[in-house]
Structure formats: C-alpha cells, structure tokens
C-alpha cells in the first residue's frame, strides 16, 4: 500500500528539511510507546516516514513512484526494537538522533571510508590558460602494501572477531535508558580479526607515508577552482580512501587579464595611429606575435576582438580583446605643434 509520508509527518510537500525534523520529533514525543496515551503504530510511522524524507536521494525516489517504489525500504520498522528499554523515557529529547539508527532499522552499516585531503597549488596566469602538469607531496595514510590492507600478517587467515561474534555491531548502554549499536572497535565493524597481525601497520592495514601525487591542470582553469582526485586522500582498513582536493590560485599578469575566456590587453596606441589609423604588432603569452589593425578614428576606451585569441579549452574558443588607451603627448616640437593648430583650426 502505498503510504503519504507528508501527510504523516503533518507536513507540505514542498517542507524544508528542518520542518520535517521538528515535525517528526514533535510525534515522536507525543506517541512514545511507553508515554501514556502513546501509541506505537503512529510512533512507527512517523519514524518510516522520517527516515524517508530525511534522505535526499529517498526522498526524491518517494516523490516520484511513491512509498512502493524500489529500494524504498519502507518497511524496515524498526528491527525487532524492544521499546522495554524506554521504561521512564518520558519528556526525553531525542534532540538530532537519528532514530533509524537508535533502533537499528534494519540497514546495512555504512562503510568506513577515509579523511578527505586538501592542498592548495599556486598557478602563473600562462598555467592556468595552457594548462600544466603539476606534482604535491602529501603526508597521508594508505593502504599497506605487504597485507593489501587486511591487517593480516602473510600466511594468516581471518577469524571471527571475539568482541562481536562476527555481527561487525556491538550494543551500548547510555544512561540506563536505551541501547546504541556501533560498528565494533575491535574488527571495525568488519565482524573478522586476523589471527596474526601483519608486522609491518600491527594490524591497522594502513601505514603513513609520503607520496608525490601527479596531475594535469585543464586549460582555462581559474583562480578558486577546486580538482578533486579521487581515492588519494587519506586510507582507512576496509573501507574505500578518501579524495584529495586541490584548490587552485591563480597569479596576476603585467599585461594581459580575463573574463571567462577572453583574454583583455590594454594598448597604448599614438594619437596619430588613432585618428588616421594602424597596424600594431601584438605580442601573445605564448610569445608568438598577431598583428592588429587599429582602424582609421578609433576613440580612446574603443575594444577590438581579435576572435579565436583568447584562451582555448577543448570545449570552447575565447577572444582576445584589445581595449584601445590614445597616448596623448605630453611635449610637442614646434613642427607637431603647428600641424595640430591646424588641425584645430579645421575643427578637429
């Protein structure tokens, strides 16, 4: 059957995820099973629809086939819970817990997996529009080599962890009230021990060390923007590495700018190949020369786009675009000194 989980938690479908928290701590307050007046059908309901709508990629799954879509996993209840436990839980708040996971719902653990790096690398500004290849040194953990990262020394085979009897899980007893389970600390909720420990991480199927990571800048890269490279964080035994992330800063250049793309130069240009107009050779990052024609009356401020000359990605092409600066003279011989007294007196 196919169940509204907004109508259950009492909420909008458009509610925030913060609207849906009070909403389903209010209930499960109100409808505790051992509260008086408490009824637990609601109390399990609210806590399935909770535990639903709470989960963005659930929720999304609900909003679209329903309560009977896949992987849906509405149906877990609450694992066999004995709510005797909550004897004298009365006015408790249960604050941000997850109650999926206080009763054990019936999911699977989730994997462990490893700390996320994170390096910063200092570009110039021809870097980051050629794009280039760079290396960072990182001190992290990884996997160990000698035990592929079982904690097993050569020759040893896995048994079952004592701690847990090989359920990975181990139950604790907060404040008298209720029980948590918790990945054991002993196999690391892997539910095996090795009957010897490999020599070289004692057990801790990681060891720490220093490597030199290599990568390749893209084109067109700009300053703020974050690489991630996967799996070259930090490890962890049995579960997947984490990712290192590196932040890029770009350098300032002397002559040349950006927006997107484009590639902006300022050009300063003689008043007299501004009125009766020019070519000028321009000279480009990569020290190759483009020449420009700077047309006849061109006003100081004016852009020229030069197309296909800006940075190059393999996805897109950007301009080159020139904006024009008139060098005005500061000192004229007598002979430039005359011609632009004429000139004024035609009214120029």
Same mark, same amino acid.
């Given at each position: 059957?196919? #169940? ?6 009492? &909420? ?43 989960? #963005? ?63 910063? &690398? ?24 000698? @035990? ?12 079952? @962890? ?6 990975? #899980? ?166 430039? #000194? ?11």
């Amino acid at each position: 059957m196919n #169940k509204d989980y907004y109508k259950i938690l009492g &909420v909008e479908k458009n509610a925030s995820d913060d609207e849906i928290k009070k909403a389903f701590r209010k209930i499960a307050h109100q409808h505790h099973p051992d509260k008086a007046g408490g009824d637990e059908k609601k109390f399990k309901e609210a806590n399935e629809a909770y535990q639903v709508l709470s989960n #963005k990629d659930k929720r999304a799954q609900y909003d679209r086939f329903g309560s009977a879509g896949p992987n849906m996993g509405g149906a877990q209840g609450f694992g066999g819970f004995d709510f005797s436990g909550f004897q004298n839980a009365g006015g408790f708040d249960f604050g941000d817990i997850d109650l999926g996971d206080l009763f054990g719902g019936g999911r699977r653990s989730r994997r462990r997996r490893g700390s996320d790096l994170q390096v910063r &690398v200092e570009l110039t500004f021809e870097e980051a529009v050629f794009g280039v290849k760079k290396s960072v040194t990182i001190d992290h953990t990884k996997s160990c080599d000698d @035990c592929s990262g079982t904690g097993a020394d050569k020759g040893s085979s896995m048994t079952t @962890c004592p701690e847990c009897d090989g359920r990975g #899980k181990v139950q604790t007893q907060m404040m008298g009230i209720f029980a948590t389970v918790t990945d054991c600390p002993t196999c690391e909720g892997s539910g095996k021990v090795p009957e010897k420990k490999c020599d070289t991480c004692r057990g801790a199927g990681v060891t720490r060390e220093k490597n030199t990571i290599e990568f390749t800048i893209p084109a067109g890269i700009t300053s703020g923007d974050t690489l991630r490279i996967t799996a070259r964080g930090e490890a962890v035994k049995g579960g997947p590495a984490g990712d290192l992330f590196v932040q890029i800063l770009v350098k300032s250049h002397a002559k040349f700018r950006r927006n997107g793309l484009d590639l902006i130069l300022e050009e300063e240009v003689p008043m007299s190949d501004a009125v009766l107009g020019a070519t000028r050779t321009i000279t480009m990052l990569d020290d190759k020369k483009i020449d420009v024609k700077v047309p006849a009356g061109t006003s100081h401020g004016t852009t020229l786009r030069v197309a296909g000359k800006g940075i190059v990605t393999d996805r897109a092409k950007g301009n080159l675009m020139i904006v024009i600066k008139i060098k005005v003279p500061k000192k004229l011989s007598k002979k430039a #000194k005359e011609a632009m007294e004429a000139l004024r007196g035609e009214g120029y």
